[in-house]
């Protein structure tokens, strides 16, 4: 096989490698805690009875200076309202919202920011994913967005995998981001409306723009509302950021592999808006990652350019293996990692799939097409 065309197969890795060596750096030094107690920590759960109290507690831990904590109850048929009243009498500062009854057009997370924001008194508000544990002060996140000029800044939690599952598929998260975006280019760029991305885990806003731009209506029909609303923000003329927070949060995003699957499906097509970048993507990972590890490896076993072969077929995992140490994956997932890939094509599909041709995608007992 020629030369060229092997190259040419391994365009995407090479780019890959460089992004994802720039990604190294990427980091953050904790900002100077600014006591202003002007913060207002938001967190919509819908069905986290399990979740909450944890979630609850870790922010009750680690943060001092803030003026209240609202929780949305999203319509709960589990426990989750009875877990937040018996907190609530412990604690002052937590409020329960008073929930609305979800308007037409609206997916369920973002209609529930949207009341929290309304029913907030702050400056500055935070959203925080009811399945996350707070690890530092929020405030922080203050000062670093002042010191930025921004009015909106995410920070990308440490994920926390358990099971085989986890431990399988949830790199793939990271790995997706970590090869793809360019963080250290976005915040150079802070005006390029495509480098901006957010983690719907952790996202700071100062209230006052929030509500001048109109906050999570502006992404009121959008599954995957969180890097679509940091790149609105940015078409808007507004200037925000994503951190490296796995100093200040971790979420445990899912458990079993059922869940996974849901939960990526939710998110997988959405992500993209178009079928044409959807595609695009999907064949790109497929030919860097699928196919062409396996035409080197064939090329070694029939002794057919074998050596640049080799050489190539070395470099297609040079990307994990940087994605591996810079978050600290078992060295095992290294090799499982091809086999995520392969499913989270399939699962691709199926997520184009649903919302092409089927009923829909459903997350937490809610259909949306």
Not at 141 to 164: F, G
Not at 200 to 227: P, Q, R, S, W
Not at 246 to 269: A, D, P, Q
Request: hydrophobic share 45%; net charge positive; glycine share 4%.
């Amino acid at each position: 096989m020629n030369i060229i065309i092997l190259i040419i197969l391994s365009s995407f890795i090479f780019y890959s490698i460089i992004i994802s060596l720039s990604n190294i750096f990427w980091r953050y030094s904790k900002s100077k805690i600014i006591n202003k107690n002007d913060l207002s920590i938001l967190i919509p759960a819908r069905n986290e009875e399990k979740n909450i109290l944890n979630c609850l507690n870790s922010i009750i831990k680690t943060n001092k200076n803030y003026k209240e904590i609202i929780v949305y109850d999203d319509h709960s048929t589990d426990g989750t309202l009875e877990v937040l009243k018996k907190v609530s009498k412990t604690h002052s500062k937590l409020k329960i919202a008073k929930t609305k009854k979800l308007e037409k057009g609206w997916i369920g997370k973002s209609f529930a920011c949207y009341q929290l924001a309304k029913q907030s008194s702050s400056e500055w508000i935070i959203f925080i994913d009811a399945d996350t544990e707070v690890k530092d002060d929020l405030n922080q996140l203050i000062n670093y967005s002042l010191e930025n000029k921004l009015s909106m800044l995410s920070a990308w939690p440490k994920i926390d995998m358990k099971s085989l599952s986890e431990k399988i598929f949830m790199p793939i998260l990271n790995f997706i981001v970590y090869t793809t975006c360019p963080m250290i280019i976005s915040k150079k760029n802070i005006n390029s409306e495509n480098l901006g991305i957010a983690h719907g885990a952790c996202i700071l806003f100062n209230k006052k723009t929030y509500m001048k731009l109109g906050g999570h209506k502006l992404v009121k029909k959008d599954l995957f509302e969180d890097t679509r609303l940091a790149r609105i923000w940015r078409s808007k003329g507004e200037k925000n950021y994503c951190i490296d927070g796995k100093e200040i949060i971790s979420v445990k995003m899912y458990s079993t592999f059922k869940e996974i699957w849901n939960g990526f499906k939710k998110n997988y097509y959405p992500s993209f808006g178009r079928d044409i970048s959807f595609f695009i993507f999907q064949i790109i990972f497929l030919v860097s990652y699928i196919v062409s590890p396996l035409i080197y490896l064939w090329l070694i076993l029939i002794d057919l350019n074998k050596e640049i072969s080799l050489i190539l077929l070395i470099l297609n995992f040079i990307p994990i293996l940087i994605i591996n140490i810079k978050f600290r994956y078992n060295f095992f997932s290294i090799f499982t990692q091809p086999i995520g890939i392969s499913i989270m094509l399939i699962l691709g599909i199926s997520s184009w799939k649903n919302m092409k041709f089927g009923n829909g995608l459903t997350w937490k007992d809610r259909t949306y097409d």
